[in-house]
């Protein structure tokens, strides 16, 4: 398949004979078109509806789980330009995807699916603005009992935060945190059992961290 | 832990600010409208128009449509694509230049190949609780993608080689070096002594 593709490519690419159909059915076609309802009218009709329509989900998701999608990258990236470009891109792709989804539940894991994989991408190509301002805000406030938890939380590997994250903040179940991040409920299962013990060693408080999964 | 967490996570949120810089970018790709109709669509219905009267005439009966190319212009796709790969072979066959992989001063569990296009290579190790990337370039810019202001700068030679290292208090994070047609680039997720970092670059082909 391979060497013959390369074939396609290196020599004189082959013409395919396409046979149009005759032009009177496609005359008839384009009348009937055209009767069924003004083409104008249709054309208007459906851009207008259809635009304001994505605009209005656009705005009803990004006031719903707009903060959720900021927080959770966030908790990848560790500075505040990162995730709201983050959260940018996300809408973004949910602007140009549209995509239907069964509930609130669904959309939400949506958002926050795609907004872990924007995170990822950004942590392997461009990682590094090492601002945190949400400790320096913590530091500020001399919240040193905060300041302790993020700090203990940031230095956890990514694979512990991210289901850390999903299981503290937005209250998901290990099997929906597998769901979201498209891995086994095992592996989930285990890296938050993990993220918590090295939490329990920094910490050495205590903390109830609610082991039973 | 849970109150604590939220506690924390409740100084981020989507500011009206925010909300309406966000909404403000989405808005222009939108597409232009003439007289209320959208210009794509109007273009479109020109074209099936167009079409049509020269199947009603009679015009066209059959053609040769050439399939199309399998090899895309660049100029339609600006954003290079990322490959990830099995090796530091497959990723210098990828690339078009030799990637030879440095030393790391941890055990790695988990290493990854990735090919930004033609003119990027990286490669990524994970450890238990450490990380690091390593990036080799075209050119004599620095490939690193760091652009933080590091408090620590210095230069350091290693094997003959000028590298720079920045960091900050606990030490040096990054390194950024220039070889001949390429430039290279090492952080850690932990920071190592310049010393460190001199016996790390030393047991490495950096040129």
């Known amino acids: ?213 | 832990m849970r109150t604590t967490y939220r506690e924390i996570m409740d100084h981020l949120s989507v500011t009206e600010d925010l909300r309406l810089r966000i909404l403000g970018e989405l808005r222009p790709k939108r597409a232009p409208s003439l007289f209320g109709l959208s210009i794509p669509r109007v273009v479109s219905a020109a074209a099936c128009l167009l079409l049509l009267t020269a199947a009603a005439v009679g015009v066209m009966h059959t053609r040769l449509i050439a399939p199309p190319s399998t090899v895309s212009s660049a100029v339609g796709n600006p954003v290079s694509p990322t490959v990830n790969t099995a090796s530091a072979e497959e990723l210098a066959a990828l690339v078009g230049f030799a990637v030879t992989e440095p030393e790391i001063p941890f055990a790695a569990e988990k290493t990854e190949y990735t090919a930004f296009g033609k003119d990027l290579a990286q490669i990524e190790w994970f450890g238990e609780d450490e990380s690091a990337c390593f990036r080799k370039a075209r050119g004599s810019l620095d490939p690193s993608g760091d652009f933080s202001t590091y408090e620590s700068v210095t230069e350091i030679t290693a094997n003959g080689v000028c590298v720079m290292l920045k960091g900050d208090s606990s030490g040096y994070l990054l390194a950024v070096w220039e070889g001949s047609d390429f430039s290279y680039s090492l952080r850690l997720s932990h920071a190592r002594s310049e010393q460190e970092w001199l016996s790390l670059l030393e047991n490495c082909d950096i040129s």
């Open chain 1, 1 to 213: 398949m391979q060497a013959e593709s390369k074939r396609a490519v290196e020599g004189f690419p082959r013409p395919v004979l396409i046979r149009c159909p005759p032009p009177a059915s496609l005359l008839l076609k384009a009348v009937r078109l055209l009767l069924s309802r003004p083409a104008a009218l249709l054309l208007a009709d459906s851009g207008r509806t259809g635009q304001a329509e994505k605009e209005a989900r656009t705005e009803q998701y990004l006031t719903e789980f707009g903060s959720n999608i900021l927080r959770f990258a966030y908790s990848y990236l560790h500075n505040q330009s990162d995730a709201e470009e983050v959260l940018q891109e996300t809408m973004i792709r949910f602007w140009t995807c549209q995509p239907v989804f069964e509930n609130e539940i669904h959309a939400k894991a949506w958002f926050l699916r795609v907004a872990a994989n924007l995170s990822k991408n950004r942590l392997r190509y461009n990682r590094f603005r090492t601002t945190d301002e949400l400790g320096e805000t913590l530091a500020e406030e001399e919240r040193e009992d905060l300041s302790f938890v993020w700090e203990a939380v940031k230095s956890l590997p990514v694979k512990y935060r991210e289901s850390i994250h999903l299981f503290y903040q937005e209250g998901y179940s290990t099997p929906q945190i597998a769901r979201i991040l498209g891995q086994k409920e095992a592996t989930v299962r285990s890296h938050l059992q993990r993220g918590r013990m090295r939490l329990k060693e920094i910490l050495k408080e205590e903390y109830d961290f609610e082991d039973d999964i």
